[in-house]
């Protein structure tokens, strides 16, 4: 048995191509099928099934167009309502793929439908548990109704610990989530791999041995999670249509100006070191770059499928398109160049002040004041004195609240406090950017103005 790994770091997930040499099942694919059509092709196999461990909050799978395009059977619980043809599997069927046996594991608890897929090569096994067992942690149980919570995590706890027992120890383990993904129900182990007797000993879902304690432990931190997973899961169920990946013909100046003007959402994707010394007036930054989160806080700060136009060059666009699609941001328009002087010569430049924290004032008094944009459970944990706490996914419904005067906005890496700051400006605040750690505070700060815990 050959796994070949499909990773998706800008969500946080990974897709699956598993075969024998001759015959391919695909697990969880992303809307961008043509990664894992290539991963076929490399391979040299047949793909006759494609298989969901569940249906997506994440994502947009691409499962039905990859089913569809290789007239391979698309296995989903027979429990999920679906509005497309599929292969329905239960709890406990097997089912062939070439020497491969494929044996159907349902792990309620990521959502009440979810399985797992336990893979035979003749006694080597492979778990792929998708948001069930994951890494050092579990998918997270509260994506359903505040109601079915408790259940849910109450089901995930005995799931993980059923799929341990009917996988040999030895068997290797291969989530879908838990890679930077908020379906993640805390942060996983940062390990690139695992097996069953690995995580026996190390996973709080296999270590535990009180069921209240852990359900309480895992409630308890649960953070928040993009706004945009609310409309995965209807897509999913209505069978997302294919990924759109080209880049549009340039945007004409003109037109760009219009949009500016009539306060469309134009997207700079530029780092913010160069937004925040020159941007058109107007726009708002999601720096786009390996490591960042562009996908998750576009689709989660800006309102969901609403028409976009993106600012950047060639392959920031063509790659900020491609994350995009996977979350339904369907072809967003684009202006080409690598600056405000090539995108519009005519319209307004902005800037604002980018400073470290040894830039920041002792004190803040006269109409200055310290804005925090991580998340509350961020906040909670540590803070500085004084600092007001505005989520970023909340700025554009909280905007009434911010006090007035000069906003010195802040977050963990520099990163949420950029989309924040021009999300600020363009609603017309005074801002400065504080582009720096968090966790670099103690270096550079008074002791009288360290964080404190809460």
Not at 225 to 247: F, I, K, Q, T, W
Not at 333 to 351: E, F, I, M, N, S
Not at 385 to 405: C, I, Q
Not at 408 to 424: E, P, T
Request: charged share 20%; aromatic share 8%; glycine share 10%.
């Amino acid at each position: 048995m050959d796994v070949v790994v499909i990773e998706t770091p800008p969500l946080g997930d990974r897709s699956y191509l598993v075969h024998d040499g001759a015959v391919a099942l695909v697990i969880d694919p992303q809307r961008d099928t043509d990664r894992l059509e290539a991963a076929v092709r490399e391979a040299g196999v047949r793909l006759t099934h494609v298989a969901e461990t569940h249906i997506h909050n994440d994502y947009l799978s691409g499962g039905l167009q990859l089913a569809r395009a290789h007239g391979a059977q698309y296995l989903v619980n027979a429990a999920d309502e679906v509005s497309f043809e599929r292969t329905p599997v239960r709890d406990g069927d097997v089912v062939a793929v070439g020497r491969l046996r494929v044996k159907v594991v349902a792990t309620p608890g990521h959502t009440h439908t979810h399985l797992a897929y336990i893979v035979d090569d003749g006694g080597e096994q492979a778990v792929f548990s998708g948001g069930s067992l994951l890494y050092g942690s579990v998918g997270r149980t509260d994506l359903v109704r505040p109601e079915d919570t408790e259940g849910l995590t109450r089901d995930q706890y005995a799931s993980a610990r059923r799929l341990a027992a009917e996988a040999s120890p030895a068997a290797a383990l291969y989530p879908t989530h838990g890679f930077g993904s908020f379906c993640s129900s805390g942060p996983a182990a940062g390990t690139p791999s695992s097996t069953i007797a690995g995580q026996l000993g190390s996973n709080h879902a296999l270590t535990d041995p009180d069921v209240d304690h852990f359900v309480r432990e895992l409630i308890n931190n649960l953070g928040a999670y993009p706004s945009y997973y609310a409309h995965m899961a209807p897509v999913n169920r209505r069978g997302a249509g294919p990924a759109e990946l080209a880049v549009p013909e340039s945007l004409d100046p003109a037109e760009l100006q219009r949009r500016l003007q009539a306060g469309e959402w134009v997207v700079d994707v530029r780092n913010r070191v160069a937004y925040a010394s020159s941007h058109l007036r107007g726009s708002v930054s999601f720096e786009y770059g390996t490591g960042t989160s562009f996908t998750s806080y576009v689709g989660w700060v800006l309102p969901w499928n609403r028409p976009l136009t993106l600012l950047g060059s060639r392959g920031e666009v063509e790659h900020a398109i491609r994350d995009l699609s996977r979350i339904g941001f369907e072809s967003p328009d684009a202006r080409l160049g690598t600056g405000p002087g090539d995108w519009a010569p005519d319209v307004p430049t902005a800037d604002y002040p980018r400073v470290g924290w040894d830039g920041v004032p002792r004190t803040f008094g006269g109409g200055d004041v310290l804005l925090d944009v991580r998340r509350t459970d961020e906040y909670a944990r540590s803070h500085l004195d004084g600092a007001v706490n505005v989520p970023v996914h909340e700025l554009l419904s909280r905007l009434d609240e911010l006090p007035p005067g000069r906003l010195w906005v802040h977050c963990a890496s520099g990163y949420r406090a950029g989309v924040a700051a021009s999300l600020l400006q363009r609603a017309g605040h005074d801002v400065v950017l504080i582009d720096a750690n968090y966790q670099d505070i103690e270096g550079s700060r008074d002791p009288a103005r360290f964080p404190r815990n809460r």
